[in-house]
């Protein structure tokens, strides 16, 4: 069975680091591996989809990297800022199905 | 706006009553499913559906019917509320079966007592 886990569980960083959230997985034959933001009370927002052929994917400040041999993926928020205080969940999906395993999460508060 | 469509946003239950929580897209997606979150864990797949008329369970079914009528619905129903499905429940649709524009729903907090 596929274990997602994400540590930390959650994070606090000053305005302007850099910083990297974690992502592991027990099972390395996957589909694809994604990345989603949840702001409280609300539903999950995609930010990357990496498929399993590729190595990592960027859009603006955020960059995900996968490592299926190692079972791992990291999501690399540039210059963080208070707006990207929200939790971040990483999922993989075994095939080619709507199955996807999510992890618990890392809860980021960038503070001002 | 277009998007996910999740009806009520919070519903309190007595234990064994029955219930159904609704799932409207307007996007034409194909790929529709319902996921549960509690406190600590990830989303957990319910229920999929991959077309209208054909369903599959996810990782934890019991307790739950769906069915997929239309391209736009995808109701979930509890059948006999139990208090260990106390949690929120999130709609997702895409129009790829591999994740592709894949959107949630706003969720449903729901209580059993």
């Known amino acids: 069975k596929q274990e997602v886990t994400q540590i930390p569980a959650a994070l606090s960083v000053p305005e302007g680091e850099n910083l990297v959230l974690n992502c592991s997985f027990t099972d390395s034959a996957i589909y694809n591996l994604q990345w989603f933001r949840q702001d409280p009370g609300k539903g999950l927002t995609s930010l990357l989809l990496i498929q399993s052929s590729q190595r990592e994917q960027t859009s603006g400040r955020l960059n995900a990297s996968l490592d299926k041999s190692s079972g791992r993926s990291t999501l690399y928020i540039a210059a963080s800022q208070p707006g990207d205080s929200a939790t971040y969940l990483c999922?993989?999906?075994?095939?080619?199905?709507?199955?996807?395993?999510f992890g618990a999460g890392t809860r980021l508060t960038v503070k001002p | 706006n277009a998007g996910v469509t999740q009806t009520p946003k919070f519903q309190v239950l007595k234990t064994g009553q029955s219930m159904t929580l609704q799932c409207a897209q307007d996007m034409n997606h194909e790929y529709m499913s319902w996921y549960r979150q509690d406190p600590g864990m990830g989303l957990r797949l319910i229920h999929y559906s991959v077309g209208a008329g054909i369903t599959d369970q996810g990782e934890v079914p019991n307790g739950y019917n769906v069915s997929r009528s239309t391209t736009e619905d995808f109701p979930l129903r509890l059948l006999s509320a139990a208090p260990s499905q106390t949690s929120v429940y999130f709609c997702?649709?895409?129009?790829?079966?591999?994740?592709?524009?894949?959107?949630f729903g706003s969720g449903t907090r729901l209580t059993v007592v």
């Open positions: 999922a993989v999906r075994r095939g080619d199905n709507n199955d996807m395993r």
């Open positions: 997702a649709s895409s129009y790829s079966s591999t994740g592709g524009g894949y959107t």
